[in-house]
């Protein structure tokens, strides 16, 4: 989509501090860090929020938890823990509408989140 900011992330059209990416992901920092440690992983396809997935979707999520386990790995954060969320519409607080899981680490989260 091109006035989508994480289809533009995706093509390098705007610049983000990438950790990892392939033929189905991108995995970058987030620019306003709520954490130590704070990523997001991106599938490159385009798709507007969780409630869009398709069946043909399966795999692609499967890949970005194996790219957000393995990140979270190499940034020394997989023993320690992390949180994973994927924020969807208004009341889940989603802001861009190109789905991303975002993992934070590197300091204890809290339950029930805000
Ligand atoms: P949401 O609120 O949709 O769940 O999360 C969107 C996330 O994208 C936010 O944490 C925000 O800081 C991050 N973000 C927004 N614009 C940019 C950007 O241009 N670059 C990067 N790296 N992160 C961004
Ligand atoms: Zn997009």
């Given amino acids: 989509m091109s006035d989508c900011l994480f289809c533009k992330i995706n093509n390098g059209d705007i610049s983000a501090d990438i950790l990892y990416q392939d033929d189905d992901v991108t995995v970058f920092k987030d620019v306003s860090?709520?954490?130590p440690v704070h990523f997001l992983v991106i599938p490159k396809k385009h798709i507007t929020t969780l409630n869009d997935?398709?069946?043909?979707d399966e795999a692609l999520i499967g890949k970005m938890m194996i790219a957000a386990k393995n990140a979270a790995a190499d940034l020394g954060i997989a023993e320690s823990?992390?949180?994973t969320t994927m924020n969807c519409n208004s009341d889940g607080g989603q802001s861009v509408y190109h789905i991303h899981?975002?993992?934070?680490?590197?300091?204890?989260?809290?339950?029930?989140p805000g």
């Fill in 33 to 35: 860090p709520q954490a």
């Fill in 101 to 112: 899981l975002h993992v934070l680490g590197g300091r204890q989260m809290n339950w029930p």
């Fill in 53 to 56: 997935l398709e069946s043909d």
């Fill in 81 to 83: 823990g992390f949180r």
